[in-house]
């Protein structure tokens, strides 16, 4: 897969999202989220990666989802994987505030193994991800372990998501999106952070 590639798709993936016209439609059934994947420095993967959170708008500060992730390619896939790190209130605002991410240091991350997700482009400039195939990204919720689907197409304007959680023994639905995906726009763009230097990986 060519260099212009990686860097279309990193291009894409990099930025923030809010569902603010999906909240304002549908209050109750919707709150209003903010999505924030920001490149990380090159130098914590020798190559592309991400920082990624999640956020209620009225609590940017307190994160309830944080994610490190590293950018490889298997054949005609991107595969984002996942990574796992201590003391997580320490970065909580660094989509935002990308002087935080200094504190990363990379012996204290941890694969989060089964959690990688893949993705592929569906059509020009289009990109839909799923989490790796197996059943192994195991996420506790209510006392009990659940494995996770999790669902994303991506373009330059939009952002389209869906996280379920399902029983390991019976594949029975527990958590998730009643009402559907979560519907976001692009607000903010990292573009101009991806560079060939920043996409390219130390042999």
């Known amino acids: 897969m060519s260099q212009v590639n990686i860097i279309r798709f990193a291009k ?19 709150a209003r989220i903010n999505i924030v994947f920001r490149p990380l420095p090159r130098d914590i ?5 991400f920082y990624s959170e999640q956020y209620y708008d009225h609590s940017p500060w307190d994160p309830y989802r944080q994610g490190i992730h ?4 298997k054949e005609k896939t991107y595969v984002m994987e996942n990574f796992g790190f201590p003391n997580k209130e320490r970065l909580a605002g660094a989509g935002r505030v990308p002087e935080l991410l200094e504190s ?17 482009e569906s059509r020009p400039g289009h990109y839909t991800g799923n989490v790796e195939p197996g059943k192994k990204c195991i996420v ?14 991506v373009n330059e304007e939009t952002w389209i998501s869906r996280d379920r959680g399902f029983d390991p023994e019976t594949d029975e639905p527990k958590w998730g999106s009643e009402h559907g995906p979560l519907r976001f726009a692009r607000i903010k763009s990292f573009s101009e952070l991806i560079t060939e230097e920043w996409a390219s990986r130390d042999p």
């Open 12 to 30: 894409t993936m990099a930025g923030i999202f809010d569902n603010f016209a999906q909240s304002q439609a549908n209050p109750k059934e919707f």
């Open 45 to 49: 993967f020798n190559g592309p990666g």
């Open 70 to 73: 590293r950018l490889t390619i």
């Open 104 to 120: 990363i240091k990379k012996e204290n991350l941890e694969p989060r193994c089964g959690c990688a997700m893949h993705f592929v």
């Open 140 to 153: 506790p919720r209510d006392g009990k372990l659940t494995y996770l689907v999790s669902e994303v197409e």
